[in-house]
Structures are given as structure tokens and as C-alpha cells.
Nanobody, 123 residues
Framework: VQLQASGGGLVQAGGSLRLSCAAS????????AGWFRQAPGKERECVAA????????YYADSVKGRFTISRDNAKNTVYLQMNSLKSEDTAVYYC?????????????????WGQGTQVTVSS
């Protein structure tokens, strides 16, 4: 499966962005999905993950109540709605897909990665 992330950009603190990850080349409903981010000098971290049919979700503590992950298997797309953005959310955001049923927070479980989209939050 190939993944194409989009929707990043520059936004002021308190603003919102919606990231999209379009999948192609395989039946997307066969994969769980996740959004990861990596800021300069920091390790890649999972911010949100979702199971194959959206029944299970995970959020990092730092984004709970502000970010929402969702998926539309008919459109082969997973989304990350980001509200109340903070400067510490600045990072490159990556979408990933895993051949497993449930959501996973471990990068090692993901087989496929998108190219990343930059999110910059100005304070």
C-alpha cells in the first residue's frame, strides 16, 4: 500500500488543521493506521492510531481532547483533525499503515509509511 499525507502548513497557536492520508494499491480496510510526528532533535512518537474499522483508537496524552483520528475506508483515507494547536505540536507528521486489526502505538508494527507533512504552529 502507498500512502500520501497532506494538509500540513503554518497555523497560529489555537488554530486547527486537518491532515489527510490517502492510501492506494491495496484494500485499505485491511490495515490499521496511525499518525506519528517527529520534531527536530526528538524521537518519532505516535500521536494517534486507529484500528481497521475504526473501532479502537489511541491518543498520546499530549494530544488527548485536541486531536481526533478517523478513517473513511470507502475513500481509502485516514484523517487527523488537530484543534487547539500549540507550538509544541510543531513537527513533521507521518501516516503509517500496519497489517493488524487493532490500533498500535509502536512504530515497529507499521509496515508502510507516507512521506510526511510539515506542521508549524506559531506562538
Amino acid at each position: 500500500v502507498q500512502l500520501q499525507a497532506s494538509g500540513g502548513g503554518l497555523v497560529q497557536a489555537g488554530g486547527s488543521l486537518r491532515l489527510s492520508c490517502a492510501a492506494s494499491g491495496s484494500t485499505f480496510s485491511s490495515y490499521s493506521a496511525g499518525w506519528f510526528r517527529q520534531a527536530p532533535g526528538k524521537e518519532r512518537e505516535c500521536v494517534a492510531a486507529i484500528g481497521r474499522i475504526g473501532g479502537t483508537t489511541y491518543y498520546a496524552d499530549s494530544v488527548k481532547g485536541r486531536f481526533t483520528i478517523s478513517r473513511d475506508n470507502a475513500k481509502n483515507t485516514v484523517y487527523l483533525q488537530m484543534n487547539s494547536l500549540k507550538s509544541e505540536d510543531t513537527a513533521v507528521y507521518y501516516c503509517a499503515a500496519a497489517q493488524r486489526i487493532l490500533a498500535s502505538t509502536s512504530a515497529t508494527n507499521y509496515n508502510y509509511w507516507g512521506q510526511g507533512t510539515q506542521v508549524t504552529v506559531s506562538s
